[in-house]
């Protein structure tokens, strides 16, 4: 607390100091320094500060000579950087104005030139999104490595019968296949929501400036070429505004993270005494620090959880954005606390249940139990009705006043007599016994994207092939 600390700071202070009088207070640096934060950015800065370089040269603005020993300090500070030898300063109020200062210390007045024609609105804008393009794809390899997990107990163990549930309620049985490649279709929308987000954000927001581009002669195309971008900005005052490009990423992450929480939960339900679906590795449960006999699912647990990280970092960013009035404002500062948290989030979670999913054995002799106490037949009576002409709302009126009788007696669908059957329509006398079975039941359901074990293996195929595709996408 207390007066601003004069002299030492005023100093060494930040490099936009030549207007001011007065050195800095200690509280509003605390407040608007996030070194922690913004340094992560180091690679993406450095990158554009060469790009950068590299056009202001090839537009004649900055001399040979003054490039190449741009090019030089930009390599040792690159190498300090990645050595964890950079040291910052005091007086660095981001990883921006550090690179610049390091940069003058290096090579003096070729360190000077690196800004012209920029500011560090265009440059942070431009930093944020290439992290944001690298976030979209470390978060769509953590999504299919995570689907090749599921894919593999698929491979494993998808035609083994399980029971599908509405409500929680037992529904009809479906096969374990079924079960695991529905949150594997969600995994990939998931994908194609990021990439999608990626794509939108694919504008290099360079020589835009502090909002209105510069007097020198830029050529924005050229640093959004060599930076990997498909375009330059369209608008200068937008390319320093914007940041619907990580509020879509957080927006892809956060419903990503949705879908993280619903298997999370199933795993909880399933690896429980009550269901008893699955065992988990060692390697990948906790144990209680008083109680000996615990094995806790804490992994899936951490990942239902990262749900609300990512969902309240989406609601952050968004709340920080809103009423922002154009260009550039300091809040948009914020952009990175909040969503490097949460991205990083929900990679720790999304290779947490890969490792997960790939160590856990699926109990099949208790899943088969349970979905032939699913009581599915009920259904295929009815249809088998409809197949011989009934109404639909007919036919589910008898089997259900069948259902109703048998449960008056306490007895269940399984137990129906072959006679019984054929009093309520001569068709269903041979639909006793091994017909009501559950195996029976995912037998009569042929239609692709269903139950059918040919079914999972033709969707598992599919399921695969989106991600392959992907992966050879991303490394090309
Ligand atoms: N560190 C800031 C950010 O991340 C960039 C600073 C721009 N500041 C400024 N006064 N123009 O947004």
Known sequence: MGAPTAGARLLTVALWSGRF?????????????????????WREDLAVNRAHAHMLAACGILAPAVAAALECALD?????????????????????????????????DAGRAVHAGRSRNDQVATDFRLWCRGAAARLTAGLDRLSGALLDQVDRAGAALAPGYTHLQPAQPVTL????????????????????????????????????????????????RELGFARPFGNSIDAVAARDFALELLAAAAIAAVHLSRLGEEVVLWATDEFGFVALDDAWSTGSSMMPQKKNPDVAELAR???????????????????????????????????????????????????????????????????AAAGAAATDLAERLVAEGVPFRLAHERIGALVGRLAAAHRGLAEVTAEELAAVHPCLAGCSG?????????????????????????AAAEARARIARRTTKETR
């Open 177 to 224: 296949g079924l079960v695991l490649l529905a949150h594997v279709a969600a995994f990939d929308r998931d994908a194609g929501r990021l990439a999608a987000a990626a794509e939108r954000a694919d504008e290099c927001p360079l020589g835009a400036g502090a909002l209105a581009t510069s007097t020198l002669p830029l050529d924005p195309a050229a640093t959004a």
């Open 434 to 458: 091994s017909w009501l079975s559950a195996r029976a039941c995912v037998d009569r359901r042929r239609l692709p994207g269903g139950p059918h074990p040919e079914a999972v293996a033709a």
């Open 21 to 41: 009088a007065a050195a800095p207070a200690q509280e509003l640096w605390d407040l608007t320094v996030d070194l922690a934060t913004d340094g992560q950015l």
């Open 305 to 371: 959880a990262t749900a609300g990280r990512v969902q309240g970092a989406l609601v952050a960013l968004l709340t920080v954005n809103k009423g922002l009035p154009l260009s550039y404002n300091r809040d948009l500062q914020e952009d990175k606390a909040i969503t490097l948290t949460a991205v990083r989030r929900l990679e720790l979670a999304l290779a947490g249940m890969a490792g997960l999913i790939a160590g856990c054995s699926f109990r099949l002799d208790r899943l088969e139990q349970r979905a």
């Open 76 to 108: 040792q500070v690159e190498e300090e950087l990645a050595g964890g030898r950079f040291v910052f300063v005091d007086s660095d109020e981001d990883v921006h104005m550090a690179v610049e200062r390091r940069l003058t210390e290096l090579a003096g």
